[in-house]
């Protein structure tokens, strides 16, 4: 599997404290079944001053050590970048990474509240010629209000990544609802796992997939951790993937895997 959503670069931001820590979450990851891993430190400006040279550097010398230990984890560079103003103009720039050098780049919306003008700042990306991953819109607080402004997006060009540990449950019955939601209507393009540490925030894809393969069936769920993740990685324009599967049965499988409590709009 592949994961293109990691903290896993030691002292860079919130993720891994230490070098310790960063070994044991590889080590995690490959008995997980994960290959390939993207280190996307937060680029945050004022708080996480994070950039592309810095995560080059970061990244090139934890390579080393888990070559040097045997640890079969690959490395890329990419970022988990912050929508402040200015940030195109850093993409194109080289300041910000995309992932693997790729048209394709993580973008953290605000948590907690709905960044103003979001969809013209998507819709500019996607001008621009890059392709916006969204990542964990199940997790923001104010995704029951705005969750068709995503599908928009979605038809704009933008693509959405779903974190692993929201379907299995470990940020609550709300998040899993909506990343089971995102999942089942297709509205979802990969599984990550957003990893921080070798605790509660562990590497683990393989849990979260199993709950996509409940869902969508074997194949469509290993598009989410094998064949879309290797086309952002080859830099594969986003028409050569195979599709999302269109709404399954809107409600349908909300009734299956859902308690009542939690079925809503």
Not at 89 to 117: C, F, K, M, Q, W
Not at 130 to 147: A, D, K
Not at 218 to 244: C, F, G, H, K, Y
């Amino acid at each position: 599997m592949i994961d293109l959503h990691s903290h896993i670069l030691p002292g860079i931001d919130d993720g891994a404290k230490n070098l310790e820590i960063s070994l044991e979450m590889a080590r995690l990851a490959v008995a997980d079944g994960i290959h390939t891993m993207a280190c996307t430190p937060h680029i945050y400006p004022g708080l996480y001053m994070n950039d592309a040279q810095g995560i080059a550097l970061a990244r090139d010398a934890l390579q080393a050590e888990l070559d040097a230990q045997g640890i079969a984890l690959r490395l890329v560079t990419g970022a988990d970048v912050h929508l402040v103003p200015g940030l195109l103009a850093d993409v194109r720039a080289g300041r910000i990474p995309t992932l693997n050098g790729s048209r394709y780049l993580l973008l953290e919306p605000s948590h907690h509240v709905a960044p103003p003008r979001f969809e013209e700042s998507v819709f500019q990306l996607v001008a621009a010629g890059y392709t916006p991953v969204i990542t964990h819109p199940e997790r923001l607080t104010w995704i029951e209000t705005h969750y068709p402004v995503f599908v928009g997006m979605i038809r704009q060009g933008a693509w959405m990544q779903v974190t692993a540990g929201a379907l299995t449950g470990m940020f609550g019955p709300r998040a899993k609802y909506w990343g089971e939601k995102f999942i089942g209507e297709g509205h979802t393009h990969i599984l990550a796992t957003d990893t921080h540490s070798n605790g509660r925030r562990l590497p683990c894809l393989s849990a979260g997939l199993a709950v996509a393969e409940r869902l969508l069936g074997q194949a469509e769920a290993a598009r989410l951790v094998n064949e879309r993740p290797q086309a952002i990685l080859d830099d594969l324009a986003p028409s050569a993937t195979a599709p999302l599967i269109e709404h399954l049965s809107q409600r349908g499988w909300l009734a299956r895997f859902l308690p009542k409590s939690l079925q809503k709009n």
